[in-house]
């Protein structure tokens, strides 16, 4: 007779038989709730509103707080047993000892997660393996009534009891899974799943009756298959515990503390189970707040560092946003980052860690080779929607030229569930298993935070070496690296941008806090230079508070955060921050100046102005100063002096503007009846900026049905409703010709001033908006009189060229670009540059610059951008191509405006005019001047900006002793040649240098 059919239908009802019989209950636990709005120490644990909760009764609303405190004694029966408690309060929940530190972390059942992943519960609590039944327990917990990923889940207590654990019963669940999941992935028709399939089955039998006898039996059965090696392996895989943390998203950065607690309390509980385990994770701002919360748990912590069995991970302060955080943000998340991570626990770190963050800057080979970081790990770029990334493993080279080894994991995911099923599709899908004999697979829960639990770390110990799989070892990343790169000669080299063909809604989503993200990064700039004068002279430098602001606004540049892409709640609390932060740093740049300024004294002046020019090349602005406007010209980062009290006299320019017509000597722009511009025309090169027949600025609204993350990728397909030009007022102020427009539509009103000034063809578009529209996208384009294949994108340290064409699904997919203080389209002979101080998503099609402005999606935060915003985008057309034209230092003029400081005439040694640094040579720009973290020295960070080699000449004029070539974390190199401040240096293109300036004192 034929044999009976198997279906995995009904073996997979027997593992659910089979876990409903590990655990029995044998009493309840008492719980009493202290629900606070906001969380409070264990030391104020019963200071919330008491209540006694029983399972069912709701304790609290979304993100309220709550102390529980389980009491229970276990019963006489259960002597001699295993004794574990069930606890599920559907919200978070961290167990604590008896000094409020605390011991593990536990998880709603019910909690949203992808559950092809697997479940993301932890409800079971270790009390005893053999119970004498007189224990008593006596809990306190710190709970939060939301889930892993900020949902609220009733606010009711599920479950709190006592109960008895069958541990053989446990481990014949994870035999029985293990085996299951490797059949149902085993190709249909070999022997070893027929094998498989056939004892799961004879258990399946054996099982109805679930008496002890038969689950031991059952056990026997099924050791056979499990005890089946694989032969010697071709590929193998290391496995590395992982709890991915978003330090902000459906949650505020307040639960993310909490949530960093649970985490590290439950590895370290799950270490003291199974040796074998080995668990990482990343972001130092992570480690810091439990250091300052949770001295104890920190120790722990520590020493599990020390033993090799906790990983530090990642190389970055937090796993930022790679898109729109600046150039020298990048260098401070990696500088703070290792400084951190090497201070705390003496590890250096080779590895960048960012599974998750939504596209890749091209600047950051350069940045992680000079920073000592050979490694990347990542994994988002399976997002992809159109293209898939041709490789797992390869060397991915930056701007510059510079390489590192990247890796994603072929199981495409970070939250891996470790079953047999992760490991299977790690090795068909590896895109490189030909030349690497090496993958990575990444387990546990995250997000939301949690790790591994039991489930991940059972399933492990039996896949070690298991017939069908390949061999699968717990160690540290860093250690499959080393593997990885000892076969390094035969990987593929993948070179620019690693786009992400996904998200593209983040560069424009949450508009405020992008624009505050792009002031304070401009005004630290500034507060540096400033403080490195005032240092350089013999004054105190402000370390200590610089860092402290650098690393809240490193924490901002969150990948959840900066995108825009969090809840309402987070950038509530950003820009509360953001704005005090900026004030701080406003005053204290101020304080430096003026205190550096001490040192000037003039005797015709009795109360000079000092004008400061932070950037490294000389500057002629208009100011008004006592009411008249003057043109003053400063030196490459230094200062002018004038005498405010001596301005009286006024000047005349060259400016007109009348209502549909503003022209200064180099440029005439011509406005229709709608308020857009029909031409703008260069009168110097006697061109046409606008192309024939088209409009620019024409103030566009798409409809935009998307979330935070994405709009409708077809949205230009559709005809956009335009802006409604309601007034428009033509006048000049001193140098400036202006037409100031009102335009309304549905519930908003957008306010623009378009300025012209004497002697400048920059077309400024100083901009306010009461923006209100749901579901809406407003944008500005600019078709203009230039054909070229290629825009060009300011990025980083540098610039990008991306294609104008839609010739591929690869040029389809980069519809929407992400730039940082300009976009540029030139022939060799003209070009046209679309700047802006705040802005950072483009799309050029053809001939058409087009500037996203806002967008206000509903999800996750439901008020996104219905608010009023300021910014400013210009227009600026140049003869040449856009490196004859140093665009770049227009991207700079617009966003790092001089400075003017009143000084007090008190007698000191320094003139009238002054330069603290000068450049003479090629196009390099010094990106920032810092005091250096270790030695009274000053750091200076230069770059090349138009991808070409160059010879500059750098002249220091501060007083110092030597300069020494370092690298990015400040380690010197090699002494630089020079006499008197004048040094030599030669750029490669986009190359960055570091150079230290050791200073006299």
């Not at 039991?454 to 160690?475: A, T, Y």
Request: charged letters at 25%; hydrophobic letters at 40%.
């Amino acid at each position: 007779m034929p044999y009976t059919p198997i279906k995995v239908e009904t073996l997979k009802q027997t593992l659910n038989r089979i876990e409903n019989h590990i655990y029995m209950p044998v009493a309840p636990l008492s719980a009493i709730a202290y629900v606070t709005k906001e969380p409070v120490s264990f030391e104020q644990r019963r200071s919330g509103q008491r209540l006694e909760v029983r399972p069912g009764e709701k304790w609290g609303e979304l993100w309220d707080c709550a102390w529980f405190h389980f009491e229970g004694q276990v019963p006489r029966s259960a002597a001699g047993s295993k004794v574990v408690l069930l606890i599920d309060v559907n919200g978070e929940l961290c167990l604590v000892n008896e000094e409020g530190t605390p011991t593990q972390g536990l998880t709603n059942v019910n909690s949203e997660f992808d559950l092809t992943l697997g479940l993301p519960g932890k409800r079971v609590v270790q009390i005893v393996s053999s119970a004498t039944g007189e224990e008593v327990i006596d809990l306190w917990a710190d709970a939060g009534n939301n889930d892993l990923f900020g949902r609220y889940r009733s606010g009711t207590l599920k479950e709190a009891q006592i109960a008895v654990c069958s541990e053989e019963t446990r481990q014949l669940f994870y035999d029985y899974e293990v085996l299951l999941d490797l059949a149902k992935h085993l190709e249909d028709q070999s022997a070893r799943r027929a094998r498989i399939l056939q004892a799961l089955y004879d258990v399946h039998l054996l099982l109805r009756d679930m008496s002890e006898e038969n689950v031991a039996q059952a056990r026997r059965i099924l050791a056979p298959s499990l005890s089946k090696q694989g032969g010697d392996p071709t590929l193998t895989a290391t496995a590395i515990g992982h709890a991915h943390i978003d330090l902000a998203w459906l949650w505020p950065i307040r639960e993310t503390y909490r949530k960093g607690a649970r985490t590290f309390a439950t590895a370290l509980r799950m270490m003291e189970q199974y040796p074998d385990y080995v668990f990482g994770a990343s972001q130092p701002q992570l480690y810091e707040w439990i250091k300052q919360q949770h001295p104890k748990l920190y120790a722990e912590v520590k020493q599990r560092i020390a033993e090799g069995r906790w990983e530090v991970q990642g190389a970055m302060w937090v796993e930022p946003d790679s898109n729109i955080a600046g150039g020298e943000a990048l260098v401070r998340q990696i500088l703070l980052g290792k400084r951190f991570f090497q201070q705390e626990f003496g590890q250096d770190m080779k590895m960048l860690w960012v599974p998750d963050i939504f596209g890749y800057s091209a600047s950051l080979p350069q940045l992680l080779r000079k920073s000592g970081v050979e490694y990347v790990m990542t994994q988002k770029l399976s997002w992809n929607v159109h293209n898939d990334h041709p490789h797992h493993t390869f060397f991915w080279e930056g701007l510059d030229g510079s390489r590192v080894l990247t890796h994603l994991p072929p199981e495409d995911t970070y939250n891996g569930p470790a079953l047999p099923r992760s490991i299977l599709k790690a090795e068909r899908d590896y895109l490189d298993k030909n030349v690497s004999d090496h993958c990575l697979v990444v387990f546990g829960i995250g997000d939301g935070g949690g790790g591994p639990g039991e489930e991940h770390l059972e399933r492990l110990q039996r896949e070690q070496n298991l017939q069908g799989l390949i061999p699968v070892k717990q160690e540290p990343a860093l250690n499959f690296f080393e593997k990885l790169a000892s076969n390094k000669e035969k990987y593929k080299t993948w070179k620019g941008e690693l786009y992400l063909e996904k998200h593209q809604g983040t560069f424009t989503s949450q508009a405020r806090n992008k624009r505050y993200n792009r002031k304070i990064e401009k005004a630290l700039r500034e507060l540096e230079f400033a403080a490195s004068l005032h240092f350089a002279y013999g004054n105190e430098y402000p370390s200590e508070e610089l860092e402290t602001i650098w690393k809240e606004v490193l924490l901002y540049q969150f990948h959840d955060i900066l995108p825009g892409s969090s809840i309402k709640r987070v950038f509530d609390e950003s820009l509360e921050r953001y704005e005090i932060l900026l004030a701080r740093v406003t005053e204290l740049t101020e304080q430096m100046y003026r205190g550096f300024t001490s040192s000037i004294w003039t005797q015709d002046a009795e109360r000079p102005m000092v004008i400061f020019n932070s950037l490294p090349w000389e500057r002629s602005e208009w100011m008004q100063l006592n009411d008249q406007w003057i043109q003053v010209t400063t030196p490459a980062m230094g200062y002018q002096v004038i005498d405010s009290a001596a301005i009286s006299e006024g000047s005349s320019f060259e400016v007109t503007a009348v209502s549909d017509t503003l022209e200064n000597e180099l440029i005439k722009i011509a406005f229709g009846s709608d308020g857009s511009i029909f031409s703008i025309y260069d009168k110097e090169l006697g061109r046409e900026v606008i192309a024939a027949g088209e409009a620019g600025n024409v103030l566009s609204i798409y409809h935009d049905d998307g979330d935070a993350w994405d709009f409708p990728e077809d949205y230009a397909g559709t005809k956009p409703a335009q802006m409604k030009l309601m007034q428009s007022n033509a006048f000049v102020s001193g140098p400036k010709a202006i037409v100031e427009q009102e335009y309304h539509y549905g519930k908003s009103v957008l306010t623009q001033k378009i300025i012209l000034t004497a002697g400048s063809k920059r077309i400024d578009f100083e901009t306010e908006v009461d923006w209100q529209e749901d579901s809406k996208m407003l944008r500005a384009a600019f078709p203009v009189n230039v054909y070229a294949d290629q825009v060009n994108c300011e990025i980083q340290f540098g610039h990008l060229k991306r294609q104008t064409h839609r010739n591929t699904l690869w040029d389809y997919a980069k519809d929407e670009i992400c730039a940082h203080q300009w976009i540029d389209l030139s022939q060799l002979d003209f070009g046209v540059a679309l700047l802006n101080d705040c802005k950072y998503g483009y799309s050029v099609k053809g001939n058409v610059m087009d500037i996203n402005l806002l967008r206000s999606p509903s999800y996750p935060d439901p008020t996104c951008d219905r608010a009023r915003h300021q910014f400013v985008y210009a227009i600026l057309p140049h003869e040449g191509d856009f490196i004859e034209a140093e665009v770049y230092k227009q991207g700079y003029e617009l966003n790092a405006p001089i400075s003017a400081v009143l000084a007090s005439a008190e007698e000191g040694g320094l003139p009238k005019k002054y330069s603290g640094f000068e450049i003479e040579g090629a196009k390099v720009m010094i990106e920032a001047v810092k005091k250096a973290e270790d030695e009274d020295a000053l750091v200076v960070r230069l770059y090349e900006t138009s991808g070409a080699n160059g010879d500059i000449k750098l002249l220091v004029h501060l007083p110092h002793r030597e300069a020494v070539i370092a690298d990015l974390m400040e380690n010197p190199l090699e002494p630089l040649k020079g006499a008197d401040g004048h040094y030599q240096l030669s750029f490669t293109p986009f190359e960055i240098k570091t150079v230290l300036i050791r200073l006299l004192h």
